[in-house]
Structure formats: structure tokens, C-alpha cells
């Protein structure tokens, strides 16, 4: 499984970015696919995710603010970024999880800069 991550860039706080990621390979058994990212000094943690099923999940400091969407048939998904904030600041890195319990595989893309500054 591979996935390729494009977006990303430097925004002034209060805009707006897109990040898209597309997965290609021998997928099966998709659990979710989502973001996450890592400021510097600071831990990788869970931005937003939406499972096999089509339900979402967000952190509640982009909740209201960034939207996931998933495009099936290409195993693709989008994450629309609005009202940034410098906190936003971090290498994104786009996830897949296949399988489930001890069956469960993830899978990451290579990171993408997203920078808010004015």
C-alpha cells in the first residue's frame, strides 16, 4: 500500500488549504483512512478520520473548521482546512489502518508542511 499526500503550503492565519491523499496497492479491509499531524517538540496526533462505514471523526481543536471527505471508488480522501490557526502549524502525514484487533495494519504517507503565519 502506498500513499501519496499533495497540499499543503504556507497560509495566513485565518485562510484556507486542502490536503489530499491517495492510496494505491493491494487495499482490502479498510478500517479508516485519515490525517494526522506533528508540531515540532510535540507527539503525533489524530487530526480527523473516516472509517469504512462513511462516519467521521475529528479533534475537537479542528472540529467546526476542517472537513474530511472520502472519494471510494479512488481511495482518496480530502481534507479541507478553513480558518487556520498558527497552532495548525505541523507536518501532516496522511493514515490508512486496514484490518482490525491483531489483524490491524497502518500505513503512512511521506508528510506534507503546512505552515500558518502572517
Known amino acids: 500500500v502506498q500513499l501519496q499526500a499533495f497540499g499543503g503550503g504556507l497560509v495566513q492565519p485565518g485562510g484556507s488549504l486542502r490536503l489530499s491523499c491517495a492510496a494505491s496497492?493491494?487495499?482490502?479491509?479498510?478500517?479508516?483512512m485519515g490525517w494526522y499531524r506533528q508540531a515540532p517538540g510535540k507527539q503525533r496526533e489524530l487530526v480527523a478520520r473516516?472509517?469504512?462505514?462513511?462516519?467521521?471523526d475529528y479533534a475537537a481543536s479542528v472540529k467546526g473548521r476542517f472537513t474530511l471527505s472520502r472519494i471510494n471508488a479512488q481511495n482518496t480522501i480530502d481534507l479541507q482546512m478553513n480558518v487556520l490557526k498558527p497552532e495548525d502549524t505541523a507536518v501532516y502525514y496522511c493514515?490508512?489502518?486496514?484490518?482490525?484487533?491483531?489483524?490491524?495494519?497502518?500505513?503512512w504517507g511521506q508528510g506534507t508542511q503546512v505552515t500558518v503565519s502572517s
Open positions: 496497492g493491494y487495499i482490502f479491509s479498510i478500517n479508516y
Open positions: 473516516i472509517f469504512s462505514g462513511g462516519s467521521t
Open positions: 493514515n490508512i489502518k486496514t484490518g482490525w484487533g491483531s489483524s490491524a495494519n497502518d500505513y
